[in-house]
């Protein structure tokens, strides 16, 4: 019975928290993969272009709100996310028009272009701000969980009792679905196909008709899809706050350099092994070990390794390690 408990303490805290986190980090991983793959540099304004893509899902749904709109049990925002997808695809390829392509067709280096998404950074943060503020603003509505802890100690007989959010839930079947489709379409469409080998070799790609413009194109559209799907999950189970996506951003590097700068797989396993590693460092276990240690030899203290405050530094020192030992990552993307 022991051993039941400190599994679903684990679960609890660990396991399910994890999964959907690390959703999150893979949908935004594969955002800055596509980018680094096909435009061929790191898009740092990526975390702000999730949050005006939340943002603008927010906004959406108290307009929805407003006007009684809902989906019953399922929160509001999934009726806004089309439109704040719509949204960020125009402000996406507005900026590549305005910006990056300038710096394209002088065939700039790519530390230019690095330097040039930094700016766009701080001006998409900028108008974040001062459209919705800095402050934390909720958005969630509908049923809070698919199970709660009481009602599974209800029907368990446990002493622990397992929680799993309707957030965490949507988070992991979107972003399955979500997956699925980029790969189908990168894959199987003639699009897809055409992204890749101008990802291989733009020149050969080039040379066997393919439009570089179009590429571009479709790239900003799914990358404005991932962003604001992300985004607005992030947002639901956690709150939408803008600066903490400029936070993010530094997970989601790292999630796609431990994968493989340009693999969208390794992006995905990226994302899934910042997740657990910030968990499980962050965590604190005395629960666990409360369950498993035998009678009164169970932790004093809360057997923590790492505070929370310092939950980013964990995404930090593992990107120093891959960096440093392994630099085209898991999957063997482009090395750094």
């Known amino acids: 019975m022991d051993l039941l408990n400190a599994f679903i303490a684990l679960a609890n805290y660990v396991l399910v928290p994890g999964i959907a986190y690390g959703s999150q980090l893979a949908l935004g991983a594969l955002g800055v993969t596509l980018v680094y793959g096909i435009l061929r540099f790191s898009n740092f304004a990526h975390g702000d272009t999730m949050a005006l893509g939340a943002m603008s899902a927010v906004l959406i749904t108290w307009g929805f709100q407003s006007l009684g709109l809902s989906l019953g049990v399922l929160p509001t925002a999934l009726l806004a ?41 701080f001006v998409y943060n900028g108008i974040t701000r001062f459209i919705i503020g ?39 079947v979107t972003a399955v679905i979500v997956v699925a489709a980029l790969f189908w379409f990168l894959n199987k469409t003639r699009s897809g196909k055409s992204m890749r080998a101008y990802s291989d070799n733009e020149d050969l790609a080039l040379l066997s008709g393919i439009n570089p413009e179009r590429v571009v194109m479709i790239t900003w559209i799914i990358v404005a899809c991932l962003a604001t799907t992300a985004g607005v999950l992030y947002g639901l189970d956690k709150s939408f706050k803008p600066f903490t996506y400029f936070q993010l951003l ?87």
């Open 81 to 121: 996310l089309p439109f704040a997808i719509i949204i960020t695809i125009g402000l996406l390829l507005g900026t590549d028009k305005l910006v990056y392509s300038f710096y394209r067709e002088k065939k700039a280096k790519p530390v230019i272009f690095v330097i040039v998404s930094l700016g766009v950074t």
């Open 134 to 172: 800095a402050e934390d603003q909720r958005f969630l509505d509908g049923e809070r969980f698919i199970i709660s802890a009481r009602d599974f100690k209800e029907m368990t007989g446990l002493e622990e009792g397992l929680a799993i959010k309707t957030t965490q839930g949507l988070t992991v």
């Open 250 to 336: 530094l997970p989601i590097f790292a999630a796609a350099i431990v994968g493989g700068l340009g693999s969208p797989i390794g992006a995905i396993a990226g994302g899934f092994v910042i997740a657990f590693s910030e968990v499980t460092i962050t965590y604190a276990w005395k629960k666990v070990f409360g369950y498993l240690a035998p009678e009164g030899m169970a932790p004093d203290g809360l057997v923590q390794l790492l505070s929370t405050d310092y939950k980013f530094a964990v995404s930090f020192v593992i990107l120093l390690i891959v960096l440093l030992f392994k630099p085209t990552g898991l999957f063997k993307g482009q090395s750094v």
